[in-house]
Each structure stands twice: as structure tokens, then as C-alpha cells.
């Protein structure tokens, strides 16, 4: 007993040191940390679909015909098992009573001798009734499955079903996002929304590094403002400065975009670099991070707004 106490105490320890293990956060490192958060709308679960893979109208491929796979006709689940189970039970015993009936045996007692008296012949009713009532439940569920040859009879073979894709590959189409997005909003600019993408990344870094998030509030939805808020409170209780140096945004892509619950959702995938280090407030020395060693990255941003020409936010942040 105290081995087995001793065995689960064990397990409980390791379980615990393994999930310690899996949560890392790195909160001092760029506005975000390097970890993903905030939301996608109903996408917050789902990978952002990196910009190479979306198709755009001069690219698009023409649908492929859909071939139907050859009929199987499925098998009842556990049906082969179960019959083979019965009747093996079933002639189980009834060999044995037959044994005991020819005197083999010691017989069941309470003086029914060594020949098959009434106990037997009821079990084995029960028996071959259970049988039959298992084969015929099999059948009746395997019926609606059979085809019409199988069934006696000839009908048209139905036509295929095309295959229904999710729920992303119909709205993560780039060019249909983008489509419904200027039917409320006619001058929406795909360029010129990425450079608005380029320019808030570079304010919300410069907000982030002064450990102030007053000048990008309105950038931001509440839910982000609060993440941040809470990774820059945690900076001023340890006294220390994420200093961001030499940024190069290199790329801004679009890479997806939609419309769900009366609002406009778009991911751009942004690939920078810079010198990514925190310092000590009172000595100034660097306790992590490289002044010398630039860090590169790629990380989707998604934005949001109401629906039509109104002010993007920022709504979550996703690493690649």
C-alpha cells in the first residue's frame, strides 16, 4: 500500500514539473513577448495561413472535378465479435452439460444428479435466445447501409456530394475577404493598409519600450491594452527597461481577411528584425538579451474594426 501511495505521489511531481516546463513566457522581449495572444474572432484557435498560400484572383486554380471514392459498403461494428462471442458461450456450455451428461463430470449438484435437468434447459433457452436477439439487432442495424442490389431491388446510383471545406479554406479565400471588406468600405487600399500596419508596429514598439501605452491606446482593442498593460506593470515592479534598438521592418503581407459578427478581420504577416535587450533601471546593465546580436522574427498581426471606413485596432498578435 505504501508503494502504490508512493508510485502516484511520484507521477503527481512529474506531471507537474513537465506542465511547469511547457509554460514558458518570455514577457521581456518586443511588445508582445514573442508569444501569441489576444483574438481572431472565431480564427483565435486556428494557425494564420501564411500570405504564399492564399490565392489571389490572377492565380486562382479552377476546381477540380470531385471523384467519388468506391462503394464499401460499411460492416456493423462489433458484430462479427459479439456473434462469435454468443455462440462460443453458448456451445461452451452446452458441451460441458452434455459432458456432465454422459457422466463425465461431478454434475451441478443440488441433487440434480449427472443427466441435464431443468436448470440447464432454461439456461440454455436464455442462451440461444440471447443469440438470436444479438444477430438480429446486428441486421437491422446494418439494413439502412446495404445497397439496393443487396436490399432485392435496382435504383439510380446516387449522385456524388461534393466534399463541404472548412469553415477557413471558404472564408480565408484573400480575395473574397478583401471583396466584401470594400463593398462597405469602397477606397480601402490593400497597400496602403499595410504601410498603416508598418507604421503602428512601429509606434506600439516605441510605446512599449517607454513602458507607456497612453499615445497607442486607441490602436489597440481593450483586451490588448490589457495584456500589454499587465507585461509593462511587471517591467516597473522589477525595474527594468526592454530597450528596442535598430528596427527593420522588412516585409508587411496581407494574409488573410474576412468579415464575422458586423466586423472587418485582417492578418498581415510582418518579417523584421532588431536589437532586442532589457536592462537594469539603476545600473543600466543588460541583463538579457544581445545590444549586438540582432533577433529576427515573423509574427501575424490581426486587426479589427466595425464594419465600413472606421479606425483599425489591434487585436491579436501570432508568432509564425
Known amino acids: 500500500m505504501k508503494n502504490r501511495y508512493l508510485l502516484v505521489v511520484v507521477f503527481s511531481l512529474v506531471a507537474m514539473l513537465a506542465g511547469t516546463t511547457l509554460v514558458t513566457v518570455d514577457a521581456e522581449a518586443r511588445a508582445g513577448g514573442g508569444k501569441s495572444f489576444g483574438s481572431r474572432g472565431s480564427r483565435s484557435y486556428s494557425q494564420p495561413v501564411s500570405p504564399s498560400s492564399q490565392p489571389r484572383p490572377s492565380q486562382q486554380a479552377a476546381p477540380q472535378p470531385f471523384s467519388p ?39 451441478m449438484g443440488g441433487g440434480f444428479g449427472g443427466g441435464i ?38 435504383s439510380e446510383p446516387e449522385a456524388p456530394r461534393p466534399i ?40 506600439i ?57 458586423g466586423q472587418d478581420y485582417i492578418t498581415a504577416l510582418i518579417y523584421a528584425n532588431l536589437l532586442d535587450y532589457t536592462t537594469d533601471d539603476a545600473s543600466g546593465q543588460v541583463v538579457e538579451g544581445s ?10 498581426w490581426t486587426f479589427t474594426r466595425p464594419v465600413g471606413n472606421n479606425p483599425w485596432q489591434l487585436s491579436g498578435i501570432n508568432q509564425k
Open 291 to 300: 545590444k549586438t546580436d540582432p533577433v529576427k522574427f515573423e509574427e501575424f
Open 69 to 107: 471514392s468506391p462503394y464499401q459498403a460499411p460492416q456493423p461494428a462489433g458484430g462479427g465479435f459479439l456473434h462469435s462471442m454468443a455462440g462460443g458461450l453458448a456451445g461452451g456450455l452446452l458441451g460441458g452439460m452434455l459432458f456432465r451428461s454422459l457422466g463425465f463430470g461431478g454434475g
Open 117 to 154: 435437468g431443468l436448470f440447464e434447459i432454461i439456461l440454455i433457452a436464455g442462451i440461444i435466445y440471447l443469440v438470436y436477439r444479438i444477430v438480429k439487432g446486428r441486421r437491422n442495424e446494418a439494413a439502412p447501409y446495404q445497397s439496393p442490389s443487396a436490399m432485392g431491388g435496382y
Open 205 to 261: 514598439q516605441g510605446a512599449w519600450m517607454n513602458r507607456d501605452l497612453s499615445s497607442v491606446t486607441p490602436l489597440l482593442t481593450p483586451d490588448m491594452r490589457r495584456i500589454f498593460q499587465e507585461d509593462i506593470d511587471r517591467l516597473l515592479r522589477e525595474h527594468r527597461v526592454n530597450r528596442l534598438e535598430n528596427i527593420a521592418v522588412r516585409n508587411v503581407e496581407v494574409s488573410e481577411a474576412w468579415q464575422e459578427s
Open 164 to 203: 463541404q471545406p472548412a469553415y477557413a479554406d471558404i472564408a480565408g479565400d484573400l480575395a473574397a475577404g478583401l471583396s466584401h471588406i470594400r463593398q462597405m468600405d469602397p477606397g480601402f487600399d490593400e497597400q496602403r493598409f499595410a504601410d498603416g500596419v508598418m507604421d503602428i508596429f512601429f509606434k
